[in-house]
């Protein structure tokens, strides 16, 4: 399995940061899906995840500004981040998680990430 | 937001035992299975360790991991050059409902 993300690489404070992760290779169905994002130079950082369902989980750094949607019969997932500041510059990545468990950190495998700077 | 406790770096040579540590409590580490990315500089991270000290195929068996009570550690056994990396621990955590991961290491081969 492959994916891919893709999206605009700036966006203007206060807006939204919407990307799209592509996957090929396997059925997206009984799996967690994950956005990561990593800021310059720092560590990694679990956005939230969404089930094949379209049940979804987001971490609560940012659950007030996001949403996730998932299109399993057109293999994408997506990730809008609203009212963005320069604290949301990252590369961020697309992931496969588990396919049994939701409170897990298995993370296999990753998109190549998309860096998005949030600048005026 | 909480991390899970890793040191920035490590270091050395070739031939060396050298082990990164990773810090928690009882919610995430105590509780959950830890895992383990390597990231090679200017690539995505990798899963290198599954469920505490678990190797995906293809992962040489120089890398090892284990877990006690609330602190795992990553084990390199004679790293080489093309092992030098970031390291990274990642733990659901019960109290947050969320991953977390470790800020990092950074293994140098001297």
């Known amino acids: 399995v492959q994916l891919r993300e893709s999206g605009p690489g700036l966006v203007r404070p206060s807006e939204t940061l919407s990307l799209t992760c592509s996957v090929s290779?396997?059925?997206?169905?009984?799996?967690?899906w994950s956005w990561i994002r990593q800021p310059p130079g720092k560590g990694l950082e679990w956005i939230g995840y969404?089930?094949?369902?379209?049940?979804?989980n987001f971490n609560p750094s940012v659950k007030s500004r996001l949403t996730m949607s998932i299109e399993t019969s057109q293999n994408h997932f997506s990730l809008r981040l609203k009212s963005v500041t320069t604290a949301d510059t990252a590369v961020y990545y697309c992931?496969?998680?588990?396919?049994?468990?939701?409170?897990?950190?298995?993370?296999?495998?990753w998109g190549q990430g998309i860096l998005v700077i949030v600048s005026s | 937001q909480s991390v899970l406790t890793q040191p920035p770096s490590v270091s050395g040579p070739p031939g060396q035992r050298v082990t990164i540590s990773c810090s928690g409590n009882?919610?995430?580490?105590?509780?959950?299975?830890v895992y383990w990315y390597q990231q090679l500089p200017g690539t995505a991270p990798k899963l290198l360790i599954y469920?505490?000290?678990k190797r995906p195929s293809g992962v040489p068996d120089r890398f090892s991991a284990s877990k006690s009570g609330t602190s795992a550690s990553l084990a390199i056994s004679g790293p080489r050059s093309e092992d030098e990396a970031s390291y990274s621990c990642?733990?659901?955590?019960?109290?947050?409902?969320?991953?977390?991961f470790g800020g990092g290491t950074t293994l140098t081969v001297l």
């Open positions: 992931v496969r998680g588990d396919r049994y468990s939701s409170a897990s950190s298995l993370f296999d495998p």
């Open positions: 290779g396997d059925s997206m169905r009984e799996y967690y």
């Open positions: 969404i089930f094949s369902s379209g049940i979804t």
């Open positions: 009882t919610s995430n580490i105590g509780n959950n299975y």
């Open positions: 469920k505490d000290d």
């Open positions: 990642a733990a659901w955590d019960d109290n947050l409902s969320a991953v977390l």
